[in-house]
């Protein structure tokens, strides 16, 4: 079974297969060749090539040309008349005298050709520097994220039974004073609109003596061991009240006589 179509996919993927499968061999003393062979149809060599095009022909700059050096003017400028010297030799041959010519070159003669290299490299950085623009104007940006707006925390249990406690007595009372003009209603026969116009009133009174019972609750408490010693001082008074009738009975008896 192959995989070249998987490898091609990622230049990654190829870099680790390959580097495991290298690994194995060089532990097992096997040959690398033979045990790529099992995983593709194709060598290392062709998965370099395949990625080394697809780099340049997804690079943004390979439409600029790229910048060149000083001994590449000079080689554009003499090749041709050092071939035509010698037409027998081959080209690698020549590159070789091209070579030669260059090194023994003084130096107000090679100033030309560093000269052009110096403008060619100003040339390249001015077309990079466009087309890097041109690509950061081309992204589009996205709108700034609107800010989110925090949900209503509803309010704790214990904080609603206390709501509901402080409007208990007021919710008490209305039904009381509702009830009470239901049965009134029945004896009088008077419509449900009356007994409604009778509870409202009540009710609307009956809401702020709720908040007033809260207040009052502290003042009770407080008021507890006084009132707890007034029934004492009655209890101890009675006695002498009921010597005083006896007394001034028989006095009444006596007179009387």
Same mark, same amino acid.
């Given at each position: 079974?192959?995989?070249?179509?998987? $490898?091609?996919?990622?230049?990654?993927?190829?870099?680790?297969?390959? *580097?495991?499968? %290298?690994?194995?061999?060089?532990? !097992? !003393? $096997?040959?690398?060749?033979?045990?790529?062979?099992?995983?593709?149809?194709?060598?290392?060599?062709?998965?370099?090539?395949?990625?080394?095009?697809?780099?340049?022909?997804?690079? @943004? $700059? %390979?439409?600029?040309?790229?910048?060149?050096?000083?001994?590449?003017?000079?080689?554009?400028? !003499?090749? !041709?008349?050092?071939?035509?010297?010698? @037409?027998?030799?081959?080209?690698?041959?020549?590159? *070789?005298?091209?070579?030669?010519?260059?090194?023994?070159?003084?130096?107000?003669?090679?100033?030309?050709?560093?000269? $052009?290299?110096?403008?060619?490299?100003?040339?390249?950085? #001015?077309?990079?520097?466009?087309?890097?623009?041109?690509?950061?104007?081309?992204?589009?940006?996205? @709108?700034?994220?609107?800010?989110?707006?925090?949900?209503?925390?509803?309010?704790?249990?214990?904080?609603?039974?206390?709501?509901?406690?402080?409007?208990?007595?007021?919710?008490?009372? +209305?039904?009381?004073?509702?009830? =009470?003009?239901? =049965? *009134?209603?029945?004896? =009088?026969?008077?419509?449900?609109?009356?007994? +409604?116009?009778?509870?409202?009133?009540?009710?609307?009174?009956?809401?702020?003596?709720?908040?007033?019972?809260?207040?009052?609750?502290?003042?009770?408490?407080?008021?507890?061991?006084?009132? #707890?010693?007034?029934?004492?001082?009655?209890?101890?008074?009675?006695? +002498?009240?009921?010597?005083?009738?006896?007394?001034?009975?028989?006095?009444?008896?006596?007179?009387?006589?």
């Amino acid at each position: 079974m192959s995989f070249t179509a998987q $490898l091609k996919g990622a230049e990654g993927q190829y870099k680790l297969v390959s *580097k495991v499968v %290298r690994s194995i061999c060089e532990s !097992n !003393n $096997l040959n690398f060749e033979t045990v790529w062979a099992t995983i593709s149809n194709r060598e290392c060599e062709y998965f370099d090539r395949h990625f080394k095009r697809y780099k340049r022909r997804n690079d @943004p $700059l %390979r439409q600029v040309k790229k910048p060149r050096t000083a001994f590449s003017f000079f080689t554009q400028a !003499n090749r !041709n008349e050092i071939q035509t010297k010698h @037409p027998n030799l081959s080209f690698g041959e020549v590159s *070789k005298l091209v070579g030669e010519q260059w090194k023994n070159l003084d130096d107000k003669s090679r100033a030309k050709y560093i000269q $052009l290299e110096t403008e060619d490299k100003a040339r390249y950085s #001015v077309a990079r520097k466009e087309v890097m623009d041109a690509m950061a104007a081309a992204v589009v940006v996205e @709108p700034a994220a609107e800010p989110v707006v925090a949900a209503s925390v509803p309010a704790p249990k214990k904080a609603k039974a206390a709501k509901q406690a402080a409007a208990a007595p007021a919710t008490v009372a +209305a039904e009381a004073v509702v009830a =009470t003009a239901a =049965t *009134k209603s029945k004896k =009088t026969k008077q419509s449900a609109p009356a007994v +409604a116009a009778v509870a409202a009133p009540v009710a609307a009174e009956t809401a702020p003596v709720a908040k007033k019972e809260k207040k009052s609750k502290s003042a009770k408490v407080e008021a507890a061991p006084a009132q #707890v010693a007034a029934p004492a001082a009655t209890e101890a008074s009675a006695p +002498a009240t009921k010597k005083e009738k006896k007394a001034k009975q028989v006095q009444a008896s006596a007179g009387k006589q």
